[in-house]
């Protein structure tokens, strides 16, 4: 088992108003699975992927990454982990608009101190992942002079490059024509499968589904198998 979610409760207070998000999730993922969670807008998807990853901790309850409680690290251990084992494909990509595309994709490695790679490997690694998915010539352009398909692809890469061991992507192909989209989904499968990287994915399209080693619907905060 890679992950572990006990009793996740979310709670949004705004002024005197409570939304009550999420609801007792729990959830247990093992290494190299393929996970996707449907469900409806506002559901509480992206919610609950970000406390999965270990960006916003829950009102109540734990995540168990490899056994370690991460919101019981200090934030400097949950940064570290964060960067060295996790990825995180955006619902709206979090591209830095001041860096091109290839400098984007770089960033997470080279703050990660765990990974041990010269410059013109990590480079390689990063224009092998850029051709993959048809952005070899953009490698140059800033954020704002790309598609919003292609963002997303950039974003998926930059998800990649760091080799996680557990890749969370919220919504990866919500603005791919069905084919680019198509390929983003055999990429990951392809690196699922090599690489025993474990994929938790979040969608409303439930043709991803089908992908999918184990499906679970979230809907009025609970999850069902
Ligand atoms: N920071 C926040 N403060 C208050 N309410 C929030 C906050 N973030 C999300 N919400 C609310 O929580 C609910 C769940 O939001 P979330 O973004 O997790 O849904 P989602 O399932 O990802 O939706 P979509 O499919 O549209 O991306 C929504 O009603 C949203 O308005
Ligand atoms: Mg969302």
Do not use: W
Not at 57 to 86: C, H, M, W
Not at 184 to 207: A, C, D
Not at 209 to 225: P, T
Request: net charge neutral.
């Amino acid at each position: 088992m890679i992950l572990e979610a006990r009793n996740i409760h979310k709670i949004y207070t705004n002024g005197k108003k409570e939304l009550h998000v999420l609801k007792g999730i729990d959830l247990t993922i093992d290494i190299g699975r393929f996970v996707v969670i449907v469900g409806p807008s506002g559901a509480g998807k992206s919610t609950l992927l970000h406390i999965l990853g270990g960006l916003d901790s829950p009102t109540k309850g734990q995540v168990f990454f490899a056994g370690r409680d991460i919101y019981g690290l200090t934030d400097t251990s949950l940064s570290k982990l964060r960067n060295e084992k996790i990825g995180f494909v955006f619902q709206f990509y979090h591209l830095l608009s001041e860096f091109t595309v290839l400098e984007n994709v770089l960033m997470p490695a080279l703050i990660n101190t765990g990974l041990r790679m010269r410059r013109d490997a990590l480079e390689r690694k990063a224009l092998g992942l850029l051709e993959k998915v048809g952005l070899i010539q953009r490698i140059t352009h800033f954020p704002v002079q790309l598609s919003g398909g292609e963002q997303q692809r950039v974003a998926v890469v930059r998800g990649l490059i760091n080799e996680p061991e557990i890749l969370f992507c919220d919504e990866p192909t919500g603005n791919l024509d069905s084919k680019t989209g198509e390929e983003i989904i055999s990429l990951l499968k392809r690196i699922n499968l090599e690489n025993k990287m474990t994929v938790v994915l979040v969608t409303h399209n439930p043709e991803l589904a089908k992908i999918a080693d184990s499906i679970y619907r979230l809907q009025d905060g609970v999850l069902e198998n």
